[in-house]
C-alpha cells in the first residue's frame, strides 16, 4: 500500500495500524541503541509521538503544530508538548519514560510525576503516554 506524506497531508493517509506500528518500530529502535545515543529513556518517544500524533491528525484532514516544552507559567510547568491547529491550542502532551505507565493515581504522593500532575491537570486536554500506555 503506497504511503502518502502524512507531515503535509498529501497524498494517501495512512491506516491506523501502520502509525501504529511504525510508532512501535520508532521506539524500539530508539530504546534498543547505545545507552548514550539517548540521554533519557522519556526522550526516545519524542519525535514518535509526534510523528504519531501527526499521521492521526492528517487522518482526519488536520495539521497540527507540536510545539516542544511549552511553558505555561501560571502553573509553573513546561508540559513535553503543546499541540495546536489553526493558532488554536488544542491540548498537551506530557511524556513518561517508558515502562513507568500513564496513570496517576499510580504514583507516590511525593514523586516527581505525581507532584507535575497535581499542577497539569488542570489544562485541558491532556493526554499522558509512556509509549505502552496512554491516558487522557
Do not use: C
Not at 83 to 104: F, M, W, Y
Not at 105 to 116: C, L, N, P, T
Request: glycine share 10%; net charge positive; hydrophobic share 35%.
Amino acid at each position: 500500500m503506497p504511503r502518502g506524506d502524512i507531515r503535509t497531508g498529501q497524498g494517501t493517509t495512512e491506516s491506523v495500524a501502520d502509525l501504529v506500528a511504525r510508532f512501535g518500530e520508532e521506539v524500539r529502535a530508539k530504546l534498543q541503541g547505545p545507552a548514550s545515543a539517548v540521554s533519557s529513556r522519556e526522550d526516545s518517544l519524542t519525535a514518535p509521538v509526534e510523528q504519531l500524533l501527526r499521521g492521526m491528525a492528517s487522518r482526519q484532514r488536520l495539521t497540527l503544530v507540536v510545539h516542544g516544552q511549552s511553558r505555561v507559567k501560571e502553573l509553573g510547568i513546561r508540559p513535553d508538548f503543546a499541540i495546536t491547529s489553526g493558532g488554536r491550542t488544542l491540548g498537551h502532551v506530557e511524556l513518561k519514560q517508558p515502562g513507568s505507565g500513564a496513570d496517576p493515581e499510580r504514583w507516590s504522593v511525593k514523586s516527581h510525576d505525581r507532584r507535575q500532575w497535581e499542577k497539569i491537570k488542570a489544562l485541558n486536554n491532556v493526554l499522558y503516554t509512556d509509549g505502552y500506555q496512554w491516558a487522557v
